[in-house]
Nanobody
Framework: QVQLVESGGGLVQPGGSLRLSCAASRAIFGIYTMGWYRQAPGKQRELVAD???????NYADSVKGRFTISRDHAKNTVYLQMDSLKPEDTAVYYC?????????????WGQGTQVTVSS
């Protein structure tokens, strides 16, 4: 089992910045892909960014150049730095950890943190 705890959400004005954190209960970055997803009211959950066990990153087109995903192995924490925020970035942001083997997929979610971009 892996527990994921997010923090760092809040209310920010358009153009502002926030940094989300996701602390994992144990060291998993070497074998799990870590991702940030978001879900706005009335919409499906979507991938924002992820980082593979090997360190490769992937971003949704809507956040490229504005968001940066990173991880700190010593702290078992993955971050999402969000700059130049827009009202359409408003959503609940979820941390995810996934590992796929030949036999089973391990998939864990955090509880979510609200991000609201509004003036």
């Amino acid at each position: 089992q892996v527990q994921l705890v997010e923090s760092g959400g809040g209310l920010v004005q358009p153009g502002g910045s926030l940094r989300l954190s996701c602390a994992a209960s144990r060291a998993i970055f070497g074998i799990y892909t870590m991702g940030w997803y978001r879900q706005a009211p009335g919409k499906q959950r979507e991938l924002v960014a992820d980082v593979t066990s090997g360190g490769g990153t992937n971003y949704a087109d809507s956040v490229k150049g504005r968001f940066t995903i990173s991880r700190d192995h010593a702290k078992n924490t993955v971050y999402l730095q969000m700059d130049s925020l827009k009202p359409e970035d408003t959503a609940v942001y979820y941390c995810n950890a996934v590992r796929t083997t030949r036999l089973i997929t391990y998939n864990y979610w955090g509880q979510g943190t609200q991000v609201t971009v509004s003036s």
